[in-house]
Protein backbone atom coordinates (compact mmCIF):
# COMPACT_ATOMS: atom_id res chain seq x y z
CA UNK A 1 0.00 0.00 0.00
CA UNK A 2 2.90 2.49 0.56
CA UNK A 3 4.59 1.96 -2.60
CA UNK A 4 1.07 2.81 -4.27
CA UNK A 5 0.82 6.05 -2.44
CA UNK A 6 4.67 6.83 -2.80
CA UNK A 7 4.64 5.92 -6.60
CA UNK A 8 0.83 8.10 -6.55
CA UNK A 9 2.76 11.42 -5.00
CA UNK A 10 5.54 11.08 -7.15
CA UNK A 11 3.03 11.24 -10.57
CA UNK A 12 1.18 13.87 -9.02
CA UNK A 13 4.29 15.99 -8.27
CA UNK A 14 5.60 15.39 -11.69
CA UNK A 15 2.04 15.91 -13.27
CA UNK A 16 2.32 19.79 -11.42
CA UNK A 17 5.72 19.94 -12.09
CA UNK A 18 5.12 19.86 -15.77
CA UNK A 19 1.98 22.32 -15.73
CA UNK A 20 3.49 24.73 -14.08
CA UNK A 21 6.54 24.27 -16.41
CA UNK A 22 3.79 24.77 -19.31
CA UNK A 23 1.79 27.82 -17.72
CA UNK A 24 5.37 29.67 -16.93
CA UNK A 25 6.71 29.51 -20.15
CA UNK A 26 3.80 30.37 -22.22
CA UNK A 27 2.21 33.13 -19.32
CA UNK A 28 5.53 34.78 -18.49
CA UNK A 29 5.27 38.41 -18.72
CA UNK A 30 8.00 40.55 -20.84
CA UNK A 31 10.95 41.94 -19.04
CA UNK A 32 11.03 45.20 -19.10
CA UNK A 33 12.93 45.65 -21.98
CA UNK A 34 10.63 43.79 -24.38
CA UNK A 35 8.09 45.46 -26.01
CA UNK A 36 4.48 44.02 -25.00
CA UNK A 37 3.50 43.65 -29.39
CA UNK A 38 6.38 42.98 -31.21
CA UNK A 39 8.21 45.26 -33.85
CA UNK A 40 7.68 43.73 -37.63
CA UNK A 41 11.44 44.68 -37.88
CA UNK A 42 12.20 42.60 -35.21
CA UNK A 43 12.09 38.04 -35.39
CA UNK A 44 10.13 36.65 -33.03
CA UNK A 45 10.74 33.35 -30.98
CA UNK A 46 7.75 30.93 -31.39
CA UNK A 47 6.70 28.89 -28.48
CA UNK A 48 5.25 25.54 -28.21
CA UNK A 49 1.79 27.07 -28.00
CA UNK A 50 2.60 29.00 -31.34
CA UNK A 51 2.66 32.46 -29.90
CA UNK A 52 5.27 34.87 -30.75
CA UNK A 53 7.56 36.32 -28.16
CA UNK A 54 10.22 38.74 -28.10
CA UNK A 55 12.65 38.87 -25.05
CA UNK A 56 10.75 35.99 -22.97
CA UNK A 57 11.61 35.71 -19.46
CA UNK A 58 11.35 31.52 -20.10
CA UNK A 59 11.03 29.06 -22.53
CA UNK A 60 10.34 26.02 -23.18
CA UNK A 61 12.86 23.64 -25.32
CA UNK A 62 11.03 20.43 -24.56
CA UNK A 63 7.16 20.91 -25.68
CA UNK A 64 6.23 17.02 -25.17
CA UNK A 65 7.18 16.75 -21.62
CA UNK A 66 8.62 19.98 -19.68
CA UNK A 67 12.13 17.91 -18.76
CA UNK A 68 13.82 20.89 -20.69
CA UNK A 69 13.34 24.60 -20.20
CA UNK A 70 15.15 27.65 -19.77
CA UNK A 71 14.88 30.26 -17.02
CA UNK A 72 15.68 33.62 -15.73
CA UNK A 73 16.87 34.93 -19.54
CA UNK A 74 18.39 37.86 -19.57
CA UNK A 75 18.79 39.06 -22.75
CA UNK A 76 21.73 41.60 -24.10
CA UNK A 77 21.03 41.51 -28.23
CA UNK A 78 18.05 41.41 -30.06
CA UNK A 79 18.26 42.14 -33.60
CA UNK A 80 17.66 40.75 -36.98
CA UNK A 81 20.90 38.30 -37.39
CA UNK A 82 20.80 37.56 -33.73
CA UNK A 83 19.32 37.17 -30.05
CA UNK A 84 21.70 36.90 -27.43
CA UNK A 85 20.69 36.29 -23.52
CA UNK A 86 22.24 34.44 -20.43
CA UNK A 87 20.03 32.25 -18.36
CA UNK A 88 19.57 29.16 -16.86
CA UNK A 89 18.72 25.32 -18.58
CA UNK A 90 16.65 23.48 -15.74
CA UNK A 91 16.71 19.74 -17.25
CA UNK A 92 14.95 16.60 -16.12
CA UNK A 93 17.88 13.63 -15.36
CA UNK A 94 14.78 11.37 -15.55
CA UNK A 95 16.41 9.18 -13.08
CA UNK A 96 15.68 6.15 -12.39
CA UNK A 97 12.39 7.76 -14.94
CA UNK A 98 11.13 11.09 -16.01
CA UNK A 99 8.65 11.04 -13.50
CA UNK A 100 10.53 10.44 -10.50
CA UNK A 101 13.53 12.17 -11.67
CA UNK A 102 15.11 14.94 -10.65
CA UNK A 103 15.56 18.78 -12.22
CA UNK A 104 18.85 20.40 -12.32
CA UNK A 105 20.15 23.73 -13.07
CA UNK A 106 22.99 24.94 -16.15
CA UNK A 107 24.15 28.28 -16.23
CA UNK A 108 24.10 28.87 -20.18
CA UNK A 109 24.44 31.20 -22.55
CA UNK A 110 21.42 31.42 -25.40
CA UNK A 111 21.59 32.13 -29.42
CA UNK A 112 19.02 32.59 -31.63
CA UNK A 113 19.68 32.42 -35.51
CA UNK A 114 18.50 32.02 -38.26
CA UNK A 115 15.62 34.31 -38.77
CA UNK A 116 13.65 33.57 -41.77
CA UNK A 117 9.77 34.50 -42.72
CA UNK A 118 7.60 32.46 -40.62
CA UNK A 119 5.45 29.58 -42.63
CA UNK A 120 2.48 30.50 -40.46
CA UNK A 121 2.82 34.20 -40.97
CA UNK A 122 4.92 35.22 -43.81
CA UNK A 123 5.19 38.80 -42.93
CA UNK A 124 6.80 37.83 -39.87
CA UNK A 125 10.45 36.77 -39.39
CA UNK A 126 11.25 34.03 -36.66
CA UNK A 127 14.58 32.77 -35.24
CA UNK A 128 14.84 29.27 -36.79
CA UNK A 129 17.57 28.25 -34.86
CA UNK A 130 18.61 28.23 -31.02
CA UNK A 131 21.98 27.23 -29.80
CA UNK A 132 22.90 27.14 -25.73
CA UNK A 133 26.59 26.96 -24.97
CA UNK A 134 27.05 25.66 -21.67
CA UNK A 135 30.46 27.07 -19.88
CA UNK A 136 30.52 24.95 -17.08
CA UNK A 137 28.28 21.79 -16.03
CA UNK A 138 26.15 20.23 -18.06
CA UNK A 139 23.16 17.57 -18.40
CA UNK A 140 24.86 14.31 -18.87
CA UNK A 141 25.04 13.53 -22.80
CA UNK A 142 25.36 17.12 -23.65
CA UNK A 143 28.38 18.84 -25.71
CA UNK A 144 29.54 22.20 -24.21
CA UNK A 145 27.73 23.87 -27.22
CA UNK A 146 24.39 22.01 -28.70
CA UNK A 147 22.22 23.71 -31.33
CA UNK A 148 18.89 22.90 -32.02
CA UNK A 149 15.83 24.32 -35.04
CA UNK A 150 13.10 25.68 -33.66
CA UNK A 151 9.63 24.68 -34.97
CA UNK A 152 8.03 26.49 -37.82
Same mark, same amino acid.
Given at each position: ???????????? /?? !???????????? #?????? *?? @?????????????????????????????????????????????????? /?? !???????????? #?????? *?? @??????????????????????????????????????????????
Amino acid at each position: MRASVVGTTITL /AA !GALLTAAMTTAS #ASPPDS *AA @PRHPRADRPVLVDCLWQRTVRPIDFILACGDGNSRLTGLRWSEWSPGEAT /AV !GVNVVNDCEPYC #AAGTFH *AY @PVTVRLGGAKPWKEHPGVERYTEISLTYPGDRPEGYQRVMTYPLWD
